[in-house]
């Protein structure tokens, strides 16, 4: 008893080459479009201040509960020596503080070398960031790059202490 093959039993509805290379590029077009559009309903421009994507309104949300003052807060009392006992606090005017603010906005990644941040004091890992020259690591402090988030996250700094923070950072790495 001789079975004939049945070639044709599992029939697709794939049948020329053409249908096959629609079916495949449509089985990736469609996903990337719906993945895109998704990502558009998260990451999208919001009426809403509160929930808007927008890097000022994420660095103001994330800012750290207190932050370091330095010199237009103060009452103008006495131009007085500067006070030993909060060194912090009571920074000169006019003088940025660079360790202060390294201390308040940028150990915590880079003293512990956190998330592939250069560890301050590592010379290995600073010298060929160094070798791209100060400017360069200002505006990279300042403006952010890959893990580096702007101003180390913390948005109210101005550049000055930015740059006064990356100097302590570059002379611990000597
Ligand atoms: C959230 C963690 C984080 C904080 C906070 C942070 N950094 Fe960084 N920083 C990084 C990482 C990660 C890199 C490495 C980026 C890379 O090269 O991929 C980096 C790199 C740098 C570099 C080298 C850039 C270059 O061109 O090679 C400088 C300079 C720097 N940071 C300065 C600062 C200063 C100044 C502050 C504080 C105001 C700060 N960082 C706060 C994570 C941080």
Known sequence: MAQTPH????????????QLAAVVFLAFAVPIVIIVILTQFVTGPSSDPAKSMNEDAVARRIKPVGEVVFGDAQPAATPAAPAPAAPVVAAAPAKVDGKAVYDQACSVCHSAGIAGAPKTGDKAAWAPRIAQGKDTLYTHAIGGIRGMPAKGGNASLA????????????????
């Not at 070639?7 to 053409?18: D, L």
């Not at 550049?159 to 000597?174: F, G, L, P, R, Y």
Request: proline share 4%; glycine share 0%.
């Open 7 to 18: 070639a044709e039993e599992h029939q697709s509805f794939i049948k020329t080459p053409e």
């Open 159 to 174: 550049d000055a202490e930015v740059k006064a923070a990356v100097d302590v950072m570059i002379s611990q790495a000597k």
